[in-house]
């Protein structure tokens, strides 16, 4: 079990947690595809806890690698922005939107899985294996997500039409690659 705590190892415990936030980000994209946004929206936010926890593990055992800057990034694609763009387009663009709207509605999300895309390979060129800067610019990735969590259940309690839940992802897809300083925590 010593390979659970060398950082060459793709297999330490920083990685495992990873690897339990890939599986969360896929299972959920299943439940989404059956229409089950509840079951999702829980692995989405297990997939989260996994992301905080991954990071932490790695930097107070020692164990962040190349290897693991790359796969955490791969995971937070997928969890915080394939998810919950997949999410918004099935449980609210599908269900209310048609004809100019719907492809403007597809337009946008493409634009915000471009612009998830974009900041994590920013960071991870930008990034140091073990090190973490006082500040994030732009919206994070896991942020970004919650973010548009709130869009969906605004949406889902009436709050929000399917139009302004379009705007707002614009809106949130821009944050994540802007000048805006969030602290890391």
């Known amino acids: 079990m010593k390979f659970l705590y060398r950082s060459n190892s793709h297999f330490n415990l920083a990685n495992l ?10 299972m959920a994209t299943y439940f ?6 509840f ?4 692995l989405a936010w297990i997939g989260g806890a996994f992301d905080i926890f991954d990071g932490k593990i790695a930097r107070k055992y020692k164990l962040s690698n190349e290897f693991g800057v790359q796969l955490d990034s791969f995971a937070d694609f997928l969890s915080f922005v394939l998810v919950p763009v997949f999410l918004i387009f099935q449980a609210v663009y599908a ?5 100019v709207w719907m492809i403007l509605a597809s337009v946008i999300s ?5 612009s998830g895309l974009r900041r994590l390979i920013q960071f991870n060129i930008n990034a140091d ?19 548009l969590w709130f869009v969906y259940l605004a949406n889902s309690y009436t709050l929000l ?9 614009v809106i949130i897809g821009w944050s994540l690659n802007s000048k805006i ?3 890391h925590l």
């Open 17 to 26: 947690f990873t690897f339990v936030n890939i599986t969360a980000g896929l």
């Open 32 to 37: 989404i595809t059956q229409n089950n946004f």
């Open 39 to 42: 079951a999702a929206i829980i």
């Open 95 to 99: 269900t209310s939107l048609s004809g």
């Open 110 to 114: 493409i634009y915000y899985v471009i």
């Open 129 to 147: 294996a073990g090190e973490v800067d006082k500040f994030f610019t732009g919206i994070p990735t896991p942020l970004g997500a919650i973010l």
């Open 161 to 169: 039409p399917a139009y302004l839940v379009i705007f707002l992802m």
């Open 181 to 183: 300083k969030i602290p």
